[in-house]
């Protein structure tokens, strides 16, 4: 695992610890909403849902949502050329504004698959 992934998925957990810590009814449903939907498979299997996910966070320009996306898309068995292609569509929908995000997405990429070695 890269440092970036590390550092990532350690601050990820450690805020999301922090913010479910909160007696507040609204962030844990949310968070129990997002998990029921990413993290099973159903209709759409996970990896479909993932690479969904990332084009939704692309287009949003949500470039902490497009690392989790990336990281879980890997996870769920999604191979480098499908993550890039889902990216493409990214960019398509979302147009040339998103070709900042679309280069840290990249980069991102890289380090969880191992490409930047």
Do not use: W
Not at 50 to 77: F, K, N, Q
């Amino acid at each position: 695992m890269s440092d970036r992934l590390k550092q990532f998925t350690e601050y990820r957990r450690k805020m999301n610890e922090r913010l479910l810590s909160e007696d507040n009814r609204v962030i844990k449903r949310m968070f129990s909403l997002d998990s029921l939907t990413f993290s099973q498979d159903s209709t759409l299997d996970r990896k479909t849902k993932e690479l969904l996910g990332l084009i939704a966070s692309l287009v949003l320009r949500c470039d902490d949502c497009v690392s989790y996306h990336i990281a879980s898309s890997v996870e769920a068995g999604a191979t480098k050329d499908e993550i890039m292609e889902t990216m493409s569509i990214g960019l398509v929908v979302g147009g040339t504004i998103v070709i900042p995000h679309l280069r840290r997405a990249t980069e991102f990429l890289d380090e969880v698959t191992g490409a930047d070695a």
